[in-house]
């Protein structure tokens, strides 16, 4: 398996909603990432677990919540978020660090309304 | 922060010709990505070049570092309709947790 699965595709929520992005992978990768991109532009580096630590947090706001469950899955919690938040989100994985490229999933299109 | 810049923004050409995107980075580098984006959804890993390496190939791509110009390019050859997509150099920092992805270059091949 050589995926990064994200779920899911498309989300719609509200600023008062609770829903969380979730990302597997099954590589036996030990580090995983959270990156936000709008359109037309970069990617953004949000968060880094390493060895199922979080070992960076971009100084994202608290209404974005990582977690990791396992050294196979990563969770994305949201919470009270605003209309530009919205965004396409991506997961990612590597082997450890960047060293050998990262594996990425094909995102989460998320509209805040 | 930005940590690569790209050039151009956007390159538009014909299928058959070649196409070279350019990534200039400020500070030292373990190495060098590139990644290609279709039509905003997940980025593909197309070639890592190391920080000792100045050359590397891979099928229609052709990488080049130049560690004393902060520069690298991409050379895509004979180009296919199915190569129009955005291309991103990356760059890391932190041993290699923190990478930085370039403003991208969107590829536009016409048939």
């Known amino acids: 398996d050589t995926e990064v699965t994200q779920t899911p595709k498309h989300l719609v929520m509200g600023m008062t909603n609770k829903k969380s992005l979730k990302c597997e992978q099954h590589?036996?990768?030990?580090?995983m990432y959270w990156y936000k991109q709008k359109a037309k532009k970069p990617p953004e580096l949000m968060f880094v677990y390493s060895y199922e630590k979080l070992s960076i947090n971009e100084s994202v706001p608290s209404r974005f919540s990582p977690e990791c469950p396992n050294s196979s899955l990563l969770n994305l919690h949201l919470h009270a978020l605003q209309p530009e938040d919205s965004a396409l989100y991506l997961c990612?994985?590597?082997?450890?660090?960047?060293?050998?490229?990262?594996?990425f999933g094909s995102g989460t299109r998320l509209t805040v309304v | 922060s930005q940590q690569g810049e790209e050039d151009p923004q956007a390159l538009s050409i014909q299928e058959g010709e070649n196409a070279t995107m350019n990534c200039s980075y400020k500070t030292s580098i373990n190495n060098l990505q590139w990644y290609r984006q279709n039509s905003g959804r997940g980025l593909v890993h197309l070639i890592l070049?190391?920080?000792?390496?100045r050359e590397k190939h891979s099928g229609r791509l052709r990488v080049t570092l130049d560690t004393s110009k902060k520069s690298s390019s991409l050379l895509i050859t004979a180009s296919r309709a199915a190569d129009t997509a955005s291309y991103f150099c990356?760059?890391?920092?932190?041993?290699?947790?923190?990478?930085?992805f370039g403003a991208g270059t969107r590829l536009f091949v016409k048939a």
């Open positions: 990356a760059t890391d920092e932190n041993g290699g947790f923190k990478t930085i």
């Open positions: 070049i190391r920080s000792n390496e």
């Open positions: 990612a994985s590597s082997r450890t660090g960047g060293n050998y490229g990262y594996t």
């Open positions: 590589m036996g990768h030990r580090a």
